[in-house]
């Protein structure tokens, strides 16, 4: 499906779908364990007495209980806003595939994990330091010449003084 003109190649289902998918799955399996038959079993004497009146309230009882279900979990989602996480989560993933270096995982010894993540910043931190060391090491070389400079331009100034004096003398 590249360049070829046919159709893109289908993406993979999102979190939210994936989890609609789970308890539609669960609700299967949750019917299909409370089979009508197990149902009859249960109350045997009165399916012996009245079997179309058992089959409606076990379909009711399916109903409702699939029904209480689904607005269970979608007051679960609603409250957990578990569509937006969802699909951040699912933007998060997508954008992780470009990346070549793979993510950070705990080593399970605090020690070294804090480590791992503070000896580059530690590294970093150092280095611009040492860079603004040496911006003011330069600095200061600079205005020591400025002084020096001074300095002499002032023992200039004195000798002229001394000889100005000495010839007005």
Known sequence: AGGDGGPPAPAAPGRAQVF???VDTFLE???????????ANCYRCFYKLQPEMTRSIYDQFI??????????????KNEG???VLFNSLDKIVEEAKNQEEPAW???????????????PYLLKHRSYLRKVLKEKE?????????????RDR????QQLIQARKHAWQ
């Open 20 to 22: 609609a998918t789970v």
């Open 29 to 39: 399996k949750l019917v299909a364990a409370g089979s009508y038959q197990r149902f």
């Open 63 to 76: 109903s409702q209980l699939q029904t209480s279900i689904k607005e269970e979990i979608q007051e679960v």
């Open 81 to 83: 806003n578990l569509e």
């Open 105 to 119: 995982r705990p080593s399970g010894i605090p020690e070294e994990d804090v480590r791992s993540a503070m000896v």
């Open 138 to 150: 330069e600095e200061n070389r600079k205005v020591a010449e400025s002084v020096l400079a001074g």
């Open 154 to 157: 002032i023992a200039e100034l």
